[in-house]
């Protein structure tokens, strides 16, 4: 049975203060819930106070971003051994939104995975099509390519904790978001290339998110199909009731 996970992805939002502030109110609101696994991620300037407020609770600490080096001449970047020293157990890779104004390729994506994973922390690997490659059929085939690029040269073996979260480019801030079909027919799909690239250990126990416009009302509807184990939240990560609400509403 794979345990559902919901992360928040503050993405460029919080400053420290109103970190503090939200992570106490998370803690408070979702102090008595085991069987959800909770992560945020806040900005790289928050994480060491972060990391310090949620010690001993139920909340894991992730990064939005990394480098694939571990250390260089690579100015305004953060390392996975850095995000590890302050306690980071999570890092995301590949999310749309550095794909799109940052130009991350595929091969880009597949050395952050490897640097994530050797580092012994968790990948959460983003894939997704956008509206226009949508609306032409071409959502499997972008889907395939960006599995196949992002997993490039990984065994069974490296895959054990790794997290995919799937996330419809045209359902990222826009307030629309794939139906729960829409979204169970690409979950199902890349559980399916799982198992051909892989194996059916790996296909049935790798987690994968769903992430684009997610809600405290459609988080249920969400969660309740068979392919989709969590959420990566935007948004409504950014509210201690919104996001508290979604974390509750995925408790079935």
């Not at 690579?74 to 996975?80: I, K, L, M, P, Y």
């Not at 059929?137 to 997993?151: A, D, H, M, R, Y």
């Not at 359902?171 to 979950?187: D, L, S, Y």
Request: charged share 30%; with cysteine; aromatic share 6%.
């Amino acid at each position: 049975m794979r345990k559902i996970l919901i992360a928040g992805n503050w993405k460029m939002h919080k400053t420290s203060q109103e970190a503090v502030e939200l992570i106490n109110g998370l803690k408070r609101e979702l102090a008595d819930i085991q069987t959800v696994d909770i992560l945020v991620c806040p900005p790289f300037t928050n994480l060491s106070e972060a990391a310090d407020i949620i010690i001993d609770s139920n909340i894991a600490l992730g990064a939005q971003n990394c480098h694939w080096e571990k250390e260089g001449a690579f100015t305004g970047e953060v390392s996975v051994p850095m995000l590890k020293s302050v306690r980071c157990t999570y890092v995301i890779a590949g999310h749309s939104e550095r794909r799109k104004y940052f130009a991350e390729s595929d091969e880009v994506v597949n050395k952050k995975i490897k640097a994530i994973k050797d580092a012994g922390l968790k990948p959460i690997f983003c894939l997704g099509e956008t509206l226009e490659e949508r609306e032409e059929n071409k959502t499997f085939s972008v889907i395939e390519t960006q599995l196949t690029g992002g997993l490039k040269d990984l065994k069974q073996d490296d895959l054990k904790d790794l997290i995919i979260a799937y996330e419809p480019v045209w359902a990222i801030g826009t307030g629309k978001t794939a139906t729960p079909q829409q979204a169970e027919e690409v979950h199902s799909f890349i559980r399916k290339l799982l198992k051909e690239k892989f194996s059916s250990i790996v296909s049935d126990g790798l987690r994968i998110l769903y992430g684009g416009s997610v809600k405290p009302d459609n988080t249920k509807d969400l969660i309740n199909k068979e392919d989709i184990d969590g959420a990566l939240v935007g948004g409504a990560s950014l509210k201690v009731d919104s996001f508290s609400q979604i974390v509750k509403n995925s408790l079935g």
